[in-house]
């Protein structure tokens, strides 16, 4: 019997890549089509040094010539001023309501409860609402796409609309994507959200257009603390390789194996 198309999918899309059009796409790949498991196994977790990261790749064969980028977030210099938060919105175009980085602020009290905010994904600062002498300790935790490198969103998309770069970014061809929104439910992280201008799904792109140029993405660029670090893992002497080498980090949620490129210098173990 047939079914009317999820909400956000054209029944008669423009054509695509190659001039076969998503419709004719899916019906070739047909309804009996099987979607990846959301398990990622093979990958050790990149938490600790950049050696680690070439050593993956060299055991997964993959080719270490050009840039392969990752970011890392300092906890104790975030101040959460949230300017990170209002440059990406800036830059990217992303609606109101929505965010492809966002800061949480924890809040660790005396009596043992953790409390998590982030109004209006802290692009406007964070109140200070609690009396200090409830606060055992009180941090923010930047958050944004882990750019995996075993994804479960790419893992689960139907027609190859999101994808990892030779450059290790993990991005969504907004032309090819049918809007079934799987990779939104996929995320671990919660990381993507619904574009209901672009009708896709959305994500944090680490400012690719501007990392193409040489450039450092937006929310890195305006920190004023230096709380975020970008740069080529493969270029040993880059801000992020040095920062890796310095530094003892660890990534969000390392049982899943999804071979992370955001890690964390810091990171309590409250955070989810």
């Not at 919105?89 to 043992?112: A, C, L, M, Q």
């Not at 055992?136 to 958050?143: M, T």
């Not at 801000?239 to 999804?258: D, G, Y």
């Amino acid at each position: 019997m047939p079914h009317d198309p999820p909400d956000g999918v054209n029944p008669n899309p423009p054509q695509g890549p190659n001039d076969v059009s998503r419709a004719e796409f899916l019906k070739g790949v047909g309804r009996s089509a099987v979607l990846i498991g959301l398990g990622a196994a093979g990958y050790a977790t990149w938490n600790r040094v950049t050696s680690k990261l070439a050593r993956e790749r060299e055991l997964t064969k993959r080719p270490s010539q050009g840039p392969w980028y990752a970011m890392a977030v300092d906890i104790e210099k975030c101040i959460g001023c949230g300017r990170c938060v209002v440059a990406c919105s800036k830059e990217n175009n992303v609606p109101e309501g929505h965010f492809r980085t966002w800061i949480e602020k924890y809040v660790i009290t005396k009596d043992g409860r953790v409390l998590i905010s982030s109004p209006n994904g802290g692009m406007d600062g964070f109140s200070d609402d609690m009396p200090e002498s409830d606060i055992e300790r009180a941090f923010f935790v930047p958050k944004l796409c882990n750019h995996c490198e075993t994804s479960p969103c790419t893992q689960v998309c139907p027609v190859g609309a999101t994808f990892l770069t030779d450059d290790g970014v993990v991005l969504v061809d907004y032309e090819w994507c049918v809007g079934c929104r799987y990779c939104i439910q996929a995320c671990p992280y919660g990381s993507r959200f619904w574009n209901r201008t672009k009708r896709t799904a959305d994500k944090c792109t680490m400012c690719f257009h501007r990392i193409q140029k040489g450039l450092q993405p937006a929310c890195v660029e305006v920190c004023p603390t230096g709380a975020r670090i970008f740069g080529d893992t493969n270029d040993p002497e880059s801000p992020i390789s040095v920062f890796m080498r310095e530094n003892a980090t660890m990534t969000l949620k390392p049982h899943l194996r999804t071979g992370a490129k955001l890690a964390y210098k810091g990171l309590s173990k409250e955070v989810v």
